[in-house]
C-alpha cells in the first residue's frame, strides 16, 4: 500500500534526496546485475540511473571500473524494454569520455538509428554521435544524411543536433550535409527548422557574404518556426553590428518587419534586437519602444516583465524615448510582481521629471524590504543616475540611501550603496559632511573588509579637507581598536594623513600612531611606524610624497621589477623609474583590488599591456640598449583604410631619448608574399631615423611585425610635436594562392601610407595625484613658468577642459574636469610624468568671456618639461 505524504512529513524529510548517501563501490556492485538472465529491466534502470547520478554529482569514476561497468550495461541491448533502453543511450553519452573502447557498441547504435521503433531511433543517433570520433564519422555519414531528411521530427532533429556537434571537430565532413540540412529547413516542424537554421548558419558563419544570402532566402519566404525568426534575428543583428551598416541595411528591415510578427516571443526578441543596436538614435528606437509599451499592460507577467526590464536599458541612454511609456510604467509601480514594479519604478527615475521624484520615493520605500538583493542593486544604480541629472535632489536621495544602508543585505547591495553615496560626495561638495558622517556610522558595524577599508580610503581623502576634521578620528581610530588587521592597516594610513594636513591634530595623531607600533599585526605596525617616522620630519615635501600622494607606479610591476633586480644582482641601487607607471595610486589599486590577506598569497599576476610590449621590444637586438619602455600609445593608429590590399597599424613607443614605431601589417591578397618589408619614416621635425627591423615574410593574411626606431630631438629638444610621412617598402612574390608557394624572384615595391603625427601626449604618462596641492608643494617651483594663452575656436569651457586634457595627455585631478554648471571660470588641475620619470602638474585657469582665456602655470623637477608643455600649448 502506498503510503501518501503530506506537507508536514515533506517538510520533516519524507519527500528527501532517495540517492543523497549513495556509495560509488556499493552502486558497482550492483551493476552486476546487469549480467544475470533473464535480465530485469526494472531493477537494472533503477542501477543505470544510481550511477548516472553519480556522475552528474562529480564522482570521479576510475577508466578500468568505467569500463567494466560500461561493459555490463552493453549486455542490456537484449532486452526490448523502452524505459531501460534510453536509460543505455543515456548512459553511453556520460560514460563515453570516461571508458574506454566504448566504440564497441556502435554496431547496436546503428542498428536501433535505422530500426522501426521510432522511439529508439532519435536519442540512438545521439549517442551514436557522442562516441564516433573523426575518423570513424565516414562510416556512418549515409545514415546521418538519412537522418537529417527523415519525416520523423524527432530523428530529424536529434541529427541536425548532433550534427552541429560534430561541426567542432569534424568541420569538413558535415559541411557535405548542408544539402540535406536546406531540405530539412523548408520542414513544417518547428524545432526542425530551427536545428535545420542553425546547422547551415554555424556552417557558413565565417563567410559573411553567405549568411546574408541566407538570411535573405529565408526571410524572403518566410519562416514557420518562431524560434527560426528569434533566430534569425540575433544572426541579423550580429552581422549589423560587424558591417557597421547603416539602418537602410535590409538586415535592420527584417528585424524592423518582425515587430509585426504574431508571435509575441519574435516581436520581443526583434524589439530587444533594435534596442541593443549601438549607436541607434531615439527615432529608429520608437517602434520598439512602441511594442514595449503595449507589452507593459499584457496580462502575461513574463512579457510585462520583458518589456519593463528592456524599457530600463533602454532609458540609461535614451530616457527621452522612454517617456511616452511613462503612464503605463506608473500602473506597473503596484503590480502583484514585486520584480516588474521595481523595474518599472527605477525606470521612471530615469525618465521622470525633478517634482516626481519625493512621491516615486515614497512609493519604492514600501515595499524595498520585500525584494531581492538584485533588484536593490538595480534601485541604487536609478539613483546614482538621478543624483547627476537633478543635483539639487541629492539631499532627499541621500537619506533615502542611508536608510538602506542601515537594513540588511549582501555584499554586491552594500557595495552599490556606498559606490552611490562616494560619487555624490564627490560630485556635490554642499554634501561631503553629512555624507562622510553616515559613512562613519555605518563602518561601526560593517561585516565586509573591502567596503570598511574603502571608506576609511576615502576618510583620510577628504575628512581633513573639512570644517572640523577633528570629529572623524574617532570613527576611525575604532577601527585600530576593534577591527581585525586589514581593517586596522587602512586605519594607520587614513591617521597619517590628517596628520600630514592638520598641524594642530599631529600631536594627537602621533600619540595614536605610537600606540598602533605595537600592533599584533607586522603590516600594521610597519604603516604606523613608517608614518610616525614621516611626519615627525615635519616637511610638506615628505608628507606629499609619502603619504598623501604616495607611489604612483603598478604594484604588479614593480613586483616583477623588484623579482627580477634580486634575480640578477647589481652594484647600480634599484631604480624605481624602470618600474611602469599606474594612472591610479597605489593606495586605489589596493583598495580597489582585493584585502590584504588576499595579497598575501602568492597568485600568479597577469602582465599587463605595457609588460608584454617591453619583452617583446627588448627581444629585438637593435632596441637592448634603450633602457625602459617608458609608455606605448593606447591605441594603434590606422596608417591605411580596413578594405586596402595592405592593412597597416602604428603603435608608438616611447623610452627616455627615442621612439619605436611598430608597424603590424597584414597582406590581405592571396596571389602575394611580401619579404622584407619596412615602413621607411620622413619627420618634418629635428628627429633622426636610426635603424629599420625589416618583417621578413608577409605571406597572406598573417600578420607579421616591422620596427622603425628614431632619436629625440637634440638640438631642439621642445620640439617634440612632428609629423612624420609613412612609406612602405617591400619585395613582392607571386604565390600560387591554394598552396602558398612563390614562383618567381619578386620584385621591389612601395606603398605609401597615411601620415603619422607625434604629439606631446606621446611623451608624457597620465599619473593621478589625490592631493594636488600637496604634489604641488612637493615640487616646488624652482622651474615653474607661466603663460596666458587665448582659445579662438573654442565657444565654452567644457570644450576647451575635454580638448586640454586630450591634447597634453596628463590626468585630470580632485575631479577638476567636471565644470560646475552655469560657470565662467573654472580651474583645470593636470598630473603626469614626463619620459624620465620627471613628474609635470599643470594648473590651467580658464575664463570664458566671448572666447575662452586660458592662464597655465606648469611646474616639474626639470625645465625641459615646462617647456614643452608650453611651446606645445602656444
Known amino acids: 500500500m502506498l503510503k501518501k505524504f503530506d506537507k508536514k512529513d515533506e517538510e520533516s524529510g519524507g ?33 543505470l540511473t544510481k550511477i548516472l547520478y553519480l556522475i552528474n554529482q562529480g564522482e570521479h569514476l576510475g577508466t578500468t571500473e568505467a569500463t567494466e561497468a560500461f561493459f555490463a550495461m552493453t549486455k542490456l541491448f537484449q532486452s526490448n524494454d523502452p524505459t531501460l533502453r534510453r536509460m543505455c543511450y543515456l548512459t553511453i553519452k556520460e560514460m563515453s569520455c570516461i571508458a574506454e573502447d566504448v566504440i564497441i557498441v556502435t554496431s547496436s547504435l546503428t542498428k536501433d538509428m535505422t530500426g522501426k521503433e521510432d522511439n529508439y531511433r532519435g536519442p540512438a543517433v545521439r549517442a551514436l554521435c557522442q562516441i564516433t570520433d573523426s575518423t570513424m564519422l565516414q562510416a556512418i555519414e549515409r545514415y546521418m544524411k538519412q537522418a537529417i531528411v527523415d519525416k520523423v521530427p524527432s530523428v530529424s532533429s536529434s541529427a541536425l543536433v548532433s550534427s552541429l556537434h560534430l561541426l567542432k571537430g569534424s568541420f569538413d565532413v558535415v559541411k557535405r550535409w548542408v544539402n540535406e540540412a536546406q531540405e530539412a529547413a523548408s520542414s513544417d516542424n518547428i524545432m526542425v527548422q ?7 548558419y554555424h556552417v557558413r558563419k565565417n563567410d559573411r557574404l553567405a549568411v546574408n544570402k541566407m538570411i535573405s532566402k529565408f526571410t524572403r519566404h518566410g519562416l514557420k518556426s518562431p524560434f527560426a525568426y528569434c533566430m534569425m534575428i540575433r544572426v541579423a543583428s550580429k552581422q549589423l553590428e560587424e558591417e557597421d551598416g547603416s539602418r537602410d541595411s535590409p538586415l535592420f528591415d527584417f528585424i524592423e518587419s518582425c515587430l509585426r510578427n504574431k508571435h509575441e516571443m519574435v516581436v520581443y526578441e526583434a524589439a530587444s534586437a533594435i534596442v541593443n543596436l549601438p549607436g541607434c538614435s531615439a527615432k529608429e528606437l520608437a517602434p520598439a519602444v512602441s511594442v514595449l509599451q503595449l507589452f507593459c ?20 541612454k535614451h530616457p527621452s524615448a522612454v517617456t511616452a511609456c511613462n503612464l503605463d510604467l506608473e500602473n506597473l509601480v503596484t503590480d502583484s510582481n514585486r520584480s516588474i514594479a521595481t523595474l518599472a519604478i527605477t525606470t521612471l527615475l530615469k525618465t521622470g521629471s525633478e517634482s516626481s521624484i519625493d512621491r516615486l520615493m515614497k512609493q519604492i520605500s514600501s515595499f524595498m524590504s520585500e525584494i531581492s538583493d538584485e533588484f536593490k542593486v538595480v534601485v541604487v544604480q536609478a539613483i546614482s543616475a538621478l543624483c547627476q541629472k537633478y543635483p539639487r535632489k541629492h539631499a532627499v536621495l541621500m537619506n533615502f540611501l542611508f536608510t538602506m544602508l542601515r537594513e540588511e543585505g549582501g555584499f554586491e547591495y552594500k557595495r552599490a550603496i556606498v559606490d552611490c553615496i562616494i560619487s555624490i560626495i564627490e560630485e556635490n561638495s554642499e554634501s561631503k559632511e553629512t555624507g562622510l558622517s553616515h559613512l562613519c556610522e555605518f563602518i561601526e558595524d560593517c561585516e565586509f573588509t573591502v567596503l570598511a577599508t574603502r571608506i576609511l580610503h576615502l576618510l583620510g581623502q577628504e575628512g581633513p579637507k573639512t570644517n572640523n576634521p577633528s570629529k572623524y578620528i574617532r570613527f576611525i581610530y575604532n577601527r585600530v581598536v576593534l577591527e581585525h588587521e586589514e581593517v586596522r592597516a587602512g586605519a594607520v594610513s587614513a591617521l ?13 595623531i602621533l600619540v595614536l600612531l605610537k600606540r598602533c607600533v605595537m600592533d599584533d599585526d607586522n603590516e600594521v605596525r610597519d604603516r604606523a611606524t613608517f608614518y610616525l617616522n614621516v611626519l ?3 616637511q610638506k615635501a615628505l608628507n606629499a610624497g609619502y603619504i598623501l600622494n604616495g607611489l604612483t607606479v603598478s604594484i ?16 647600480k641601487p634599484f631604480d624605481l623609474k624602470s618600474v611602469p607607471l599606474a594612472t591610479t595610486p597605489i593606495a586605489e589599486q589596493r583598495t580597489e ?10 597568485e600568479k599576476v597577469a602582465a599587463t599591456r605595457q609588460e608584454i610590449f617591453q619583452e617583446q621590444l627588448a627581444a629585438v637586438p637593435e632596441f637592448r640598449g634603450l633602457g625602459p619602455l617608458f609608455k606605448s600609445s593606447p591605441e594603434p593608429v590606422a596608417l591605411t583604410e580596413s578594405e586596402t590590399e595592405y592593412v597597416i597599424r602604428c603603435t608608438k613607443h616611447t623610452f627616455t631619448d627615442h621612439m619605436v614605431f611598430q608597424f603590424d601589417c597584414t597582406n ?33 593574411n598573417q600578420p607579421g611585425t616591422c620596427y622603425t626606431l628614431v632619436a629625440l630631438p637634440k638640438e631642439d629638444p621642445a620640439a617634440v610635436a612632428c609629423t612624420f610621412s609613412c612609406m612602405m617598402k617591400f619585395t613582392v612574390k607571386d604565390c600560387d594562392p591554394t598552396t602558398g608557394e612563390t614562383d618567381d624572384e619578386g620584385y621591389e615595391d612601395e606603398y605609401v601610407l597615411e601620415d603619422l603625427e607625434v604629439t606631446v601626449a606621446d611623451h608624457i604618462q597620465k599619473v593621478m595625484k589625490l592631493n594636488f596641492e600637496a604634489a604641488w608643494d612637493e615640487v616646488g617651483d624652482e622651474f615653474e613658468k607661466e603663460e596666458t594663452f587665448t582659445l579662438s575656436t573654442i565657444k565654452t569651457l567644457e570644450e576647451a577642459v575635454g580638448n586640454i586634457v586630450k591634447f597634453l595627455g596628463m590626468h585630470p585631478c580632485e575631479r577638476s574636469d567636471k565644470v560646475p554648471d552655469n560657470k565662467n571660470t573654472h580651474t583645470l588641475l593636470l598630473a603626469g610624468v614626463f619620459r624620465g620619470g620627471h613628474d609635470i602638474l599643470v594648473r590651467s585657469r580658464l575664463l570664458l568671456l566671448d572666447t575662452v582665456t586660458m592662464q597655465v602655470t606648469a611646474r616639474s623637477v626639470e625645465e625641459l618639461p615646462v617647456d614643452i608643455i608650453l611651446a606645445s600649448v602656444g
Open 496 to 508: 597619517a594623513k590628517f596628520g600630514a594636513q592638520n598641524e594642530e591634530m599631529l600631536p594627537s
Open 593 to 602: 583590488s582585493t584585502p590584504i590577506t588576499a595579497v598575501k598569497q602568492p
Open 668 to 700: 590581405t591578397l592571396n596571389d602575394q608574399t611580401l619579404e622584407n618589408v619596412t615602413v621607411h619614416m620622413e619627420p618634418t621635425e629635428s628627429y633622426e631615423v636610426l635603424c629599420y627591423v625589416p618583417a621578413r615574410s608577409l605571406p597572406y
Open 194 to 200: 530551427y536545428h535545420a537554421l542553425g546547422l547551415l
Open 536 to 538: 615627525e620630519q615635519k
Open 15 to 47: 519527500g528527501s534526496n532517495p540517492f543523497q548517501h549513495l556509495e560509488k563501490s556499493t552502486v558497482l556492485q550492483e551493476a552486476r546485475v546487469f549480467n544475470e538472465t533473464p535480465i530485469n529491466p526494472r531493477k537494472c534502470a533503477h542501477i
Open 556 to 571: 604588479p610591476g614593480l613586483e616583477r621589477a623588484l623579482q627580477q633586480y634580486t634575480l640578477e644582482p647589481s652594484e
Open 297 to 316: 499592460s499584457s496580462p502575461k507577467a513574463a512579457l510585462r516583465y520583458a518589456a519593463v526590464r528592456t524599457l530600463n536599458k533602454v532609458a540609461m
